[in-house]
């Protein structure tokens, strides 16, 4: 699994390589940033999803004063998402195949 490509080229893995050695790494949280990365809530198994995506609608919005912000929405919901942040210059929607908003998992 890769974390992060400095190069920002692919995500394609080649044969004998580290993710080191390819350019990716987990930078901390204080490291200088471009953007903040949020997970669409989706799964009523473990959010209110209503008022959770609401929240989250907020965080983002804050966060895009200072930074880009990408939203990740799995299949079902990501027109939803378009649709909320269709209005905000700064937030861009990804479909991402996701069972959760817990995006540690995915990237």
């Given at each position: 699994?890769?974390?992060?490509?400095?190069?920002?080229?692919?995500?394609?893995?080649?044969?004998?390589?580290?993710?080191?050695?390819?350019?990716?790494?987990?930078?901390s949280?204080?490291?200088?940033?471009?953007?903040?990365?949020?997970?669409w809530?989706s799964n009523k198994?473990?959010?209110?999803v209503g008022p959770?995506?609401?929240?989250?609608a907020a965080v983002?919005?804050?966060?895009s004063k200072y930074q880009?912000?990408?939203?990740v929405?799995p299949?079902?919901?990501?027109?939803?998402a378009?649709e909320y942040f269709?209005n905000d210059?700064n937030?861009?929607?990804t479909?991402?195949?996701?069972?959760?908003?817990w995006?540690?998992?995915?990237?």
């Amino acid at each position: 699994m890769y974390l992060l490509n400095t190069k920002m080229t692919t995500f394609k893995q080649k044969k004998n390589n580290t993710p080191i050695k390819d350019g990716y790494h987990m930078p901390s949280e204080l490291e200088p940033q471009q953007a903040t990365w949020l997970g669409w809530p989706s799964n009523k198994g473990t959010f209110r999803v209503g008022p959770a995506q609401v929240a989250i609608a907020a965080v983002a919005r804050f966060i895009s004063k200072y930074q880009d912000v990408h939203i990740v929405a799995p299949p079902h919901t990501w027109t939803k998402a378009v649709e909320y942040f269709k209005n905000d210059k700064n937030i861009f929607v990804t479909e991402v195949v996701s069972d959760d908003n817990w995006l540690r998992q995915h990237f």
